[in-house]
């Protein structure tokens, strides 16, 4: 979004895309709470600030690295459930039982990403897409385990003795994990792994005759990803208390990767505004009960077919264009 | 042979007769455009749901399954004008958004023309089983069998034999090298959108009296005719038409010797596979990759 900037060396700080958007991003967190009064405000924003963590993830697969994932909804079900089920049946600590399903998910990944990962356009879609149901059919089945489709109970959030409770504890926890994600996604950008990354979306074959091993690329970011989305699903489970297998849906997966695309690829604070504002809509859309689904998909549909670029480049080019 | 196995073979193709004629609708509009709909499956609930209106109204049988064909047609190319039309240059990406949000958008749509309950179809001739080698078949299920043979002759003609069937193959090889023989390829893209609207409506009309329809039943259908074209070889008639017999037939043999409860992750499995070992598919065409 920054691009033209980046390259400009005398540039301040505060106006590269890397410290200055995670301190715009920062600020935003900080203030939040003076325009938010009750709980019920607080719940949303936790919720959107964890749908921006998978995000922000899921944002370096498709708009860095160009490859499609349906099914990123099975990760968040399975970094949920691995560390509801670890933390409840075997009484691991929580963060022990976050970490542990997060190397699950992340071992996951990399066995089934190298010949998933191998597949482009459709193709890779639909495997991704069987991935993900296979996963949220299992999750629904195995009801003596999981609780079936009506879920599961999840023991609080325990960090160093201190237990997380209450949305306003919350809200920080989430927010810090939100900068860090950031933070972390950025640093790969701009490191050579995210040019590597950049060059396979242009064309695969001339990343490949430059001596880019595409495949061991596309399976990092593939495996990153997955770990952002484990992660961000633990802690759904820890802050919710509650589970159910509608977080490994397919219906779930396609809200993320629309959530990647309304807020603009290959922009990470565009994965964020897109995560911040399909996460609120519906709960506006709720105000018009039986209309919510008609509206939800002519929006879908408008935005992709007026702003195909995603909201936040598309309005980054009129403000370039407006200052020039 | 055993009557068991017999039983588990009329439900599959059954079943698999109905994820063909969906597959075909993907592999329509794939040919015509290198779409892919995700809102094939909502054109088979709005053929139920549309039948269902229909008869609750009073109509008789045959003019309630042509209304519904009808209705759904106009709704796949009122998406083909009002949405994929207007998005000529989006990328694989974007086209797949834009077709979810109308498979959202029709569901939702659904939910307020009809509701969210669950409706019986009456069948075409009445519900008394007929006993086959020892299984016992429900005569719809003959019906699905036969208006799958009646459909893949007809498509058979129409491809072989009319203009704009032959102009849909030609665009499906290239469609460069259709347009410049004089071929509309947008007008091959517009029938496209109702001919696999159409298709998906029948597969509707079909089941609905068997497994009862709702607004909601387009996912599970729309994904598994999916699986089904994928296994097949995506953009191939005659692998839309064994992979859905295939997925079908795999889907009952494994519920009834395997497991009921994981029924419905047969089907992505098997794509899974297919996608590892043979992306193309059974009978999908070698595709190279231009530089």
Known sequence: ?324 | MDSQWTQFLAGGLTAGSVYALVALGYSIIFNASRVINFAQGEFVMIGGMSAVSLVATGVPMPIAVAGAVVIASIVGLLLEKLAVERAPRADVVTLIIITIGASIFLRGLAQLVWDKAIHPLPPFSGDRPIAVLGATIVPQSLWVLGAMVVIVAALSWFFGRTLLGKAMLATSHNRLAAQLVGIDVAKVLFASFGLAAALGAIAGVLIAPITFTSYDVGVMLGLKGFAAAILGGLGSFAGAIVGGLVLGLLESLSAGYVSSAYKDVVAFLIMLVVLFFRPRGILGALQSVRV
């Open chain 1, 1 to 324: 979004m920054f691009a033209s900037r980046r390259q400009d060396a005398t540039n301040p700080w505060w106006a590269s895309s890397r410290t200055g958007g995670i301190a715009l991003l920062a600020l935003v967190i900080a203030l939040a709470p003076l325009a938010i009064s009750n709980n019920y405000f607080y719940d949303v924003a936790i919720i959107v600030g964890l749908n921006a963590i998978v995000c922000v993830g899921l944002n370096l697969l498709i708009g860095y690295a160009g490859q499609i994932s349906l099914g990123h909804a099975g990760f968040v079900g399975l970094g949920a459930y691995g560390s509801a089920l670890l933390a409840s049946r075997y009484g691991w600590p929580p963060l022990a039982a976050l970490v542990a399903a997060t190397a699950g998910v992340a071992l996951l990944a990399f066995v089934v990403g190298r010949p998933i990962l191998r597949l482009h356009g459709h193709y890779l879609a639909m495997a991704t897409l069987g991935l993900g149901i296979i996963v949220s059919i299992v999750i629904s089945t195995e009801d003596g385990l999981t609780g079936g489709p009506d879920g599961m109970p999840v023991p609080p959030l325990a960090l160093f003795g201190l237990v997380v409770q209450g949305e306003r504890t919350w809200y920080w926890v989430v927010g810090g994990c939100l900068l860090l994600a950031v933070w972390l996604a950025q640093n790969l950008i701009e490191s050579p792994i995210g040019r590597a990354l950049r060059a396979l979306h242009t064309s695969e074959i001339a990343a490949e005759v430059a001596g880019i091993d595409s495949a061991r690329h596309k399976l990092m970011v593939f495996v990153v990803s997955a770990v952002f989305a484990a992660v961000a699903g633990g802690l759904t489970a820890f802050y919710a208390g509650f589970i159910t297998p509608a977080k490994a849906s397919f219906l779930h997966s396609i809200e993320l990767v629309t959530m990647v695309v309304f807020g603009g690829m290959a922009s990470t604070f565009g994965a964020v505004v897109g995560a911040a504002i399909l996460t609120v809509l519906p709960q506006v859309l709720t105000l018009l009960k039986d209309y919510e689904m008609v509206v939800f998909g002519a929006l879908m549909m408008l935005t992709m077919i007026f702003l195909p670029l995603g909201v936040v480049p598309t309005l980054a080019g009129y403000w370039r264009r407006g200052a020039r």
